[in-house]
């Protein structure tokens, strides 16, 4: 299926602009297929003109850096003209091609900031950024999905329903919207090292089984949840919201307490000495993730119908897990998600980041290999029931657009699903979940939602 493109950012890109947003250069720049979706065999092409305070830049150094799957295939230095210059690539197979610039000095050294145009803020040093890929439908995962990963699943499912709750709820009247929306901090007993925290909202003197559910899952950042986020959803879609953490850590605290904490929860914590599929950390999170929405249908204002997911990148795969791995699911929207095809150097593709920097041997190690197996969100795919909204931008070289497409070509073919790009945007807050933001606009405040 045709992506569905979006030039919308985030408020997080406006923010990241605004990092990169002193530097006199400007790189006027048309790609073709303006999609940045090509079919194999099809020039991609790029055609470029740089410009100076507005006005056509001669004599300038621009270095580009062209990569397939992550992998420098080659790097060049120009000398910038009047006229527009073009670059061009054609693949035989499926993939990710990424081209990048830079401006030098005349020691060929990088001009730190020099533009407007990044979108991603730890890429500010970069001029431009862009991406495509060939022929995504045709990216599939090598497979790896255990015998018994649905059995593996039901019994960890089995073992939550089996442990009390033990829900400790503060009361937050302080929360924004706090006239029309009580609000709380929560604490949910859970099996692993954490117990569930987070933040959830409801409306005021909502009557019972009247409202839907929106569970919004925190990404990986070293901070605390917001108590905004659910107390905003609740008021704008008349919900029961819940906002997740994805550490387990107690909420309320400033930042630098829980840069204290970060051995306890770092995500790829103890994955060298990984013995059984539920030592690793993300095991931890994942039982959190459905033991907020246990506790969320326990709540007598949920409509027993109407069950909401949201996140992106760490919660990316969060909410992977939610609407595979929950019945009740009913729409999830999955923003530039991690944790896909941890097994994609065997197809020639980067994997997931909490592989990064590690021995590659280590996937040969079988307990290693069967855990991440079981995390995996391309072996959750098949489990999928509801209506799916997925996006991924062609610039993300955090959550690769290659892994998303292999998790979201491996969800069932008779489910609403739809894939939003862009081949200018990335991570960090700057591809939108388009098409998915729409649906649940137009369908947030439904009863029910259509199939």
Request: aromatic share 10%; glycine share 6%.
């Amino acid at each position: 299926m045709k992506a569905f493109n979006t030039m919308i950012l985030s408020m997080m890109l406006a923010a990241s602009e605004a990092i990169a947003a002193n530097g006199p250069y400007f790189l006027e720049a048309t790609m073709t297929p303006a999609d940045g979706i090509a079919k194999c065999g099809e020039a991609v092409t790029l055609s470029y003109k740089l410009q100076k305070d507005g006005q056509p830049a001669v004599g300038e150094k621009l270095r580009y850096t062209l990569k397939w799957e992550g992998q420098v295939i080659k790097q060049e230095t120009v000398v910038t003209t009047a006229d527009a210059a073009k670059i061009g690539y054609t693949s035989d197979k499926p993939g990710w091609f990424y081209i990048a610039f830079e401006v030098l000095d005349a020691d060929g050294k990088q001009i730190p900031n020099p533009g407007s145009q990044i979108r991603q803020g730890p890429k500010k040093n970069l001029l431009y950024e862009i991406g495509a890929m060939f022929n995504p439908d045709g990216i599939i995962a090598k497979p790896s999905r255990p015998k018994d990963f649905e059995a593996f699943w039901a019994l960890e499912r089995k073992r939550l329903q089996d442990l009390p709750m033990d829900v400790k709820l503060t009361p937050l009247p302080n929360a924004p919207n706090a006239d029309k929306v009580d609000s709380f901090a929560f604490s949910i007993n859970c099996l692993g090292r954490l117990p569930v925290t987070g933040y959830f909202s409801v409306p005021k003197n909502a009557a019972p089984k009247s409202a839907p559910i929106l569970a919004d899952y925190l990404s990986m950042v070293t901070t605390d949840a917001s108590p905004n986020v659910p107390a905003q959803a609740a008021l704008q879609y008349n919900a029961i919201a819940i906002y997740v953490t994805w550490h387990g850590l107690e909420t309320g605290h400033e930042p630098a307490w829980y840069a204290t904490q970060r051995a306890l929860y770092y995500p790829n914590g103890g994955l060298d000495t990984i013995a059984t599929n539920t030592d690793w950390v993300f095991h931890d999170m994942y039982l959190r993730v459905l033991r907020a929405l246990d506790y969320m249908k326990s709540r007598p204002e949920w409509n027993g119908k109407d069950l909401i997911i949201r996140g992106g990148s760490l919660g990316g795969i969060q909410a992977i897990v939610a609407a595979a791995l929950e019945p009740a699911a009913s729409l999830v929207l999955i923003n530039v998600p991690t944790a896909c095809e941890f097994n994609a150097a065997e197809a020639g593709r980067l994997s997931p980041w909490v592989l990064a920097g590690r021995d590659p041997k280590i996937m040969e190690k079988h307990t290693v290999a069967q855990a991440l197996a079981f995390h995996d969100a391309v072996n959750f795919a098949p489990m999928f029931h509801c209506p799916t909204f997925v996006c991924t931008g062609f610039v993300d070289e955090v959550c690769f657009p290659s892994s998303v497409y292999a998790f979201y070509n491996a969800l069932p073919s008779n489910i609403k699903k739809v894939m939003t790009t862009n081949p200018a945007t990335g991570h960090y807050g700057t591809t939108a979940n388009t098409a998915g933001n729409a649906y649940l606009k137009e369908h947030g405040q439904m009863t029910s939602f259509p199939n």
